[in-house]
Nanobody
Framework: QVRLVESGGGSVQAGGSLRLSCAAS????????IGWFRQASGKEREGVAA???????????QYADSAKGRVSFSQDNAKNTLYLEMSSLKPEDTAMYYC??????????????????????WGQGTQVTVSS
């Protein structure tokens, strides 16, 4: 069982930045695919980004087209915490953001990460609100 706890959401103006945190139990970051998803009011949940260190090429990251160039990952291994650094935020980024973990880490190596049925564990979410 993996427990995920998100934090770091808040209200910012367009063009601003936020750093979301995902604290995980156990060794999820070293053996799972970890992803961030978001769900805006009235819309379906969608992928933002994903990361794994399990592939032969080392760390692999995936980004949704809407996130490319504006988000990146960082982590604090001592705290078992993964961060999603978001910049140049837009009002359309307003949503509840969720951290997720997938046992089948290989989904992180392709667009398969966007298939939400493959994700086994979810956090409770953290709200991001971007005003214009």
């Amino acid at each position: 069982q993996v427990r995920l706890v998100e934090s770091g959401g808040g209200s910012v103006q367009a063009g601003g930045s936020l750093r979301l945190s995902c604290a995980a139990s156990g060794d999820a970051y070293s053996t799972y695919c970890i992803g961030w998803f978001r769900q805006a009011s009235g819309k379906e949940r969608e992928g933002v980004a994903a990361i794994t260190s399990m592939g032969f090429g080392g760390i692999t990251t995936q980004y949704a087209d809407s996130a490319k160039g504006r988000v990146s990952f960082s982590q604090d291994n001592a705290k078992n915490t993964l961060y999603l650094e978001m910049s140049s935020l837009k009002p359309e980024d307003t949503a509840m953001y969720y951290c997720a973990a997938a046992r089948r880490w290989s989904i992180c190596l392709s667009d398969s990460w966007l298939r939400q049925d493959d994700w086994n564990y979810w956090g409770q979410g953290t709200q991001v609100t971007v005003s214009s």
